[in-house]
């Protein structure tokens, strides 16, 4: 819950200090719920991707670890991890499939979606709202903040 | 005109600027080397070039310029002159897309709102550059524009809103992608989250409201060029995936890129657009 709460909160900021001047900070970075790819394996037992967690680190020695097969909603996922020099350097595919025909539809893009979703940013994208919703999010986030 | 939640404030030569048009809201961010009220002047004009299109061109205004044309009470050469150009520029768009863009309506109308917001946006964002402003943002209405030159390393990454209205509880962001040491600069975003099924699908019999995707964003080198695209995948669906593919490879210095959402929330991407997606340890 933790998680979702502060996903919403950051973006909603994020609108907030578009029409605020609100700085947005950074909430968590770094911290274990920033999307690291072995929060979408959702209890998988084998979670060797946690090596390459999304906070920065210099000390850690140069790595590859491969995940297990993880099954997710339209198939399974296995991701190759290369860290070099503290960061990662190289997601590589393996055997990753996709079903309900999906031939081109696959599992790493909602890892790297999902990956991305900690790091800051300034600006949000979304379907053309109206100035009622504008309106509405502003103020849900301002009662968040509360 | 409604004012806005928060119109305008200036610190340290930074803006930071709110207009309510065309039924949404646009809001640019930047530095100004001016002081306070003459950068206010200024973001003042900009917002009287957003509401002078949407004079001319609101379908919603019984007598724009537009309404009345669709009623056929008027011509394209009566009308100003910036409406022949929007024609020119729908009708090319039409043929860059192969037809999945399309500014006439299932009544064979012309309802060029799929490009005017952004084209509007555009030509604000334009003026505010040759004022001297620097580290111009712009969203316009959830389509983003980012300046050539940006100091700060947040400013290059712009969040993807899931596929629901930022008013809904479930609201949150779906992905954070980063332009920094890319061509692109705009980012713009179809769906049906906000206003319902609003886009059409110009192939379909009786050009059918297109529904098989729940939600476009196109990453582009200019705002209108994200904008026509995110219209014409919505309306193409999931195929317009290898459509915008084989694009890429013909025309690559116009390329874009594309993430699709399905509507049970699986995505698809153009090859390439993993790239893009912001690195969660990239401030390292």
Not at chain 1, 45 to 63: E, H, L, R
Not at chain 2, 50 to 76: I, M, Q, W
Not at chain 2, 100 to 116: E, I, K, M, R, Y
Not at chain 2, 253 to 260: F, G, L, P, R, Y
Request: proline residues 4%; charged residues 15%; aromatic residues 8%.
């Amino acid at each position: 819950m933790r998680k979702t709460r502060h996903r919403i909160t950051n973006s909603l900021l994020a609108l907030f200090a578009l029409a605020g001047g609100v700085v947005l900070t950074q909430h968590f970075a770094g911290s274990g719920s920033s999307g690291s790819f072995s929060t979408t394996a959702s209890g998988s037992s084998s979670t060797p991707s946690s090596s390459t967690s999304a906070a920065p680190t210099t000390g850690k020695p140069d790595k590859t670890v491969t995940s297990a097969a993880v099954p997710y909603q339209f198939g399974t996922v296995q991701l190759t991890v290369t860290r070099t020099s503290g960061k990662i350097s190289k997601i590589d595919i393996g055997s990753s499939s996709a079903t309900n025909g999906r031939q081109s539809a696959y599992a790493y893009l909602v890892q790297y979606a999902i990956a991305s979703q900690g790091t800051n940013f300034s600006n949000l994208s979304g379907a053309t709202y109206t100035t009622d919703a504008f309106k509405q999010a502003l103020s849900s986030a301002i009662t968040k903040l509360g | 005109m409604t004012e806005g939640p928060i119109r305008y404030t200036f610190q340290n030569g930074h803006f930071l600027y709110s207009e309510n048009c065309m039924g949404t809201v646009f809001v640019f961010s930047g530095q100004s080397a001016l002081g306070e009220a003459d950068t206010l002047h200024r973001l003042e004009q900009a917002g009287d070039i957003l509401h002078e299109a949407d004079r001319t061109f609101s379908l919603y205004k019984e007598n724009s310029p537009l309404s009345r044309l669709a009623r056929g009470e008027t011509s394209v050469a009566q009308c100003p002159p910036v409406v022949s150009e929007v024609w020119d520029a729908c009708e090319k768009w039409e043929k860059i897309t192969d037809g999945w863009f399309s500014a006439f309506t299932p009544q064979n109308t012309f309802d060029p709102s799929g490009l005017v917001k952004t084209w509007a946006a555009q030509a604000a964002y334009d003026f505010l550059k040759t004022q001297g402003f620097t580290e111009v943002l712009m969203n316009a209405g959830g389509d983003i524009l980012l300046d050539e030159q940006l100091s700060k390393p947040d400013d290059w990454r712009v969040a993807l809103h899931k596929p629901v209205s930022i008013a809904s509880a479930e609201a949150g962001v779906l992905a954070v992608i980063d332009l920094k040491n890319t061509p692109f600069r705009a980012v713009c975003t179809s769906g049906s989250a906000e206003r319902g099924l609003h886009i059409w699908d110009p192939k379909a019999p009786e050009k059918a409201a297109a529904n098989a995707l729940a939600q476009v964003t196109v990453v582009g080198r200019s705002l209108v060029q994200a904008d026509v695209w995110a219209t014409a995948c919505f309306a193409h669906g999931p195929r317009a995936i290898q459509q915008v593919n084989a694009y890429n490879s013909a025309h690559p210095e116009d390329s874009i890129q594309v993430v699709v959402v399905y509507p049970d929330g699986d995505l698809n991407a153009t090859e390439g657009f993993i790239e893009l997606f912001a690195k969660p340890d990239s401030e390292a």
